[in-house]
């Protein structure tokens, strides 16, 4: 072999080595433990107002009610949960902190069909007594046990 062969050949080995060490080093950085992301849990207040409102864009969200306010909660429902008869329901609330008023349907706008059309279930609630608990809602169908196509659950805090 000529030392120019000799050469080229330690060239390319080289490139070869440094490509691998790269890859290794670019795979080790991807593959480190990455600090996580902090979960800012928002709270939602409104301190002298009558009503308090939040929706699905405030789900998992921290509710703080004062004594003599009433929560709503306006749950968004489409046209097809709507044409597939799924309605939103509370589960898991632990009586003695909110006492639920009534809900009722609101449609949205439709063009010329009414079954094309979704709407907003809004859901009256008022504090019975000072404490915690966890409010939850489900999206299914009436008497259903399978699992809802939707959930949203808020943490409410009654001063």
Same mark, same amino acid.
């Given at each position: 072999?000529?030392?120019?062969?000799?050469?080229?050949?330690?060239?390319?080995?080289?490139? @070869?080595?440094?490509?691998?060490? #790269?890859?290794?080093?670019?795979? #080790?950085?991807?593959?480190?433990?990455?600090? !996580?992301?902090? *979960?800012?849990?928002?709270?939602?207040?409104?301190?002298? !107002?009558?009503? *308090?409102?939040?929706?699905?864009?405030?789900? @998992? #969200?921290?509710?703080?009610?004062?004594?003599?306010?009433?929560?709503?909660?306006?749950?968004?429902?489409?046209? %097809? #949960?709507?044409?597939?008869?799924?309605?939103?329901?509370?589960?898991?609330?632990?009586? @003695?902190?909110?006492? *639920?008023?009534?809900?009722?349907?609101?449609?949205?706008?439709?063009?010329?069909?009414?079954?094309?059309?979704?709407?907003?279930?809004? %859901?009256?609630?008022?504090?019975?007594?000072? @404490?915690?608990?966890?409010?939850?809602?489900?999206?299914?169908?009436?008497?259903?046990?399978?699992?809802?196509?939707?959930?949203?659950?808020?943490?409410?805090?009654?001063?």
């Amino acid at each position: 072999m000529t030392n120019e062969q000799m050469t080229n050949t330690l060239r390319l080995w080289c490139r @070869g080595l440094a490509s691998a060490v #790269a890859l290794a080093l670019l795979a #080790a950085c991807a593959s480190a433990d990455k600090p !996580k992301p902090v *979960v800012v849990q928002s709270v939602v207040q409104a301190p002298g !107002k009558a009503t *308090v409102t939040v929706s699905e864009l405030n789900d @998992g #969200a921290s509710v703080v009610l004062e004594a003599a306010q009433e929560l709503r909660v306006d749950l968004p429902s489409s046209a %097809w #949960a709507v044409a597939n008869n799924l309605e939103w329901s509370v589960v898991d609330l632990n009586p @003695g902190v909110l006492n *639920v008023l009534g809900s009722r349907f609101e449609r949205g706008l439709r063009d010329n069909n009414p079954a094309e059309a979704g709407g907003t279930t809004v %859901w009256r609630l008022k504090p019975q007594a000072a @404490g915690r608990v966890n409010l939850k809602f489900a999206l299914r169908r009436p008497h259903s046990l399978n699992p809802a196509t939707q959930t949203v659950g808020f943490d409410v805090t009654v001063g």
